[in-house]
T-cell receptor, first 112, second 113 residues
């Protein structure tokens, strides 16, 4: 069935370091991969997404890479700041919009 | 442009009761999806509506149902509530069913006693 595995479940870094979160999906028909950030008590917010015809996408300190062959995608955050502390979710979908299959989330803690 | 809104924000019900949650998408968005978020199971897809039609359905029992109105507003209903239905219910809207990112509402926190 459709499944997305996300690692690690918790990640603690020092301010200024980089953070990497990895996800693996099972449905080879998936072609849209968003990342959401959810702060405590707030709604998930889309921070970056990538489509299957692109291998990498960058937006300031955030980048996402996709390896379709391995069915693997990753989120990279550089120069982390305390305000980056949140739970991050990866997701996969067969179409943009529609049914998103989420990973279990990564709780990122950035220590000043 | 106003974001996705959900009402009510908090609900307390007892086992066996039923509940209806409402979601108003961003103006112009025609697709509404519903998700259940719990600490143990994470974010799980319930169903998606586009142009008043259910297009996708997750693996939830028939007690969970939904509908979408002509103005794209959506409701979900849970009948015969169980303790395990306690969760944050999130809806998300997108511009069209296949083409755009999903934007989430603030959620409805349901507690079943």
């Amino acid at each position: 069935g459709e499944n997305v595995e996300q690692h690690p479940s918790t990640l603690s870094v020092q301010e200024g370091d980089s953070a990497v979160i990895k996800c693996t999906y099972s449905d080879s028909a998936s072609n849209y991969f968003p990342w959401y950030k959810q702060e405590l008590g707030k709604r998930p917010q889309l921070i970056i997404d990538i489509r299957s015809n692109v291998g990498e996408k960058k937006d300031q300190r955030i980048a996402v890479t996709l390896n379709k062959t391995a069915k693997h995608f990753s989120l990279h955050i550089t120069e982390t700041q305390p305000e980056d502390s949140a739970v991050y979710f990866c997701a996969a979908s067969r179409s943009q919009g529609g049914k998103l299959i989420f990973g279990q989330g990564t709780e990122l803690s950035v220590k000043p | 442009k106003a974001g996705v809104t959900q009402t009510p924000r908090y609900l307390i019900k007892t086992r066996g009761q039923q509940v209806t949650l409402s979601c108003s998408p961003i103006s112009g968005h025609r697709s509404v999806s519903w998700y259940q978020q719990t600490p143990g199971q994470g974010l799980q897809f319930l169903f998606e509506y586009f142009s008043e039609t259910q297009r996708n359905k997750g693996n939830f029992p028939g007690r969970f149902s939904g509908r979408q109105f002509s103005n794209s507003r959506s409701e979900m209903n849970v009948s015969t509530l169980e303790l395990g239905d306690s969760a944050l219910y999130l809806c998300a809207s997108s511009l069209q069913r296949a083409g755009n990112e999903q934007f989430f509402g603030p959620g409805t926190r349901l507690t079943v006693l």
